[in-house]
């Protein structure tokens, strides 16, 4: 089992959420709307560090736990829905899911 988060454009919800929809075995995503920041890896940035900070920029973040076999499609529809071209598309993060239990039935898998 994977652990899929996702960094993308709010205005990019829509499309992504409904392409994902269509995934057969999907059993579902959580959204959270936050903010934050980021900076270029660059050491010469014309913006210094405090500016940096005081600039959030607003994010949709989606949590998705799936099966391995998934990951490549869904991971695929959102680089491809979320896509803008500008900076600051967003990041896709996979993590590997040790355990799962659902807490009305106990169940472990």
């Known amino acids: 089992m994977k652990?899929?988060?996702?960094?993308?454009?709010p205005h990019k919800l829509t499309e992504v959420t409904s392409a994902l929809q269509k995934v057969e075995g999907l059993r579902?995503?959580?959204?959270?709307?936050?903010k934050g920041f980021g900076r270029r890896g660059d050491k010469d940035s014309p913006h210094?560090?405090?500016?940096?900070?005081?600039?959030?920029?607003?994010y949709t973040k989606l949590e998705i736990?799936?099966?391995d076999d998934l990951l490549d499609e869904i991971i695929s529809i959102i680089e491809k829905k979320a896509?803008?071209?500008?900076r600051g598309d967003g990041k896709i993060y996979v993590?590997?899911?040790?355990?799962?239990?659902?807490?009305?039935k106990g169940e472990i898998g």
């Open 3 to 9: 652990e899929i988060t996702a960094y993308i454009k």
């Open 28 to 34: 579902g995503v959580s959204i959270v709307d936050i």
């Open 48 to 58: 210094p560090v405090t500016d940096d900070l005081m600039d959030f920029a607003p």
């Open 65 to 67: 736990f799936c099966r």
């Open 83 to 86: 896509y803008t071209g500008l």
């Open 95 to 104: 993590f590997d899911v040790e355990k799962a239990i659902k807490i009305s």
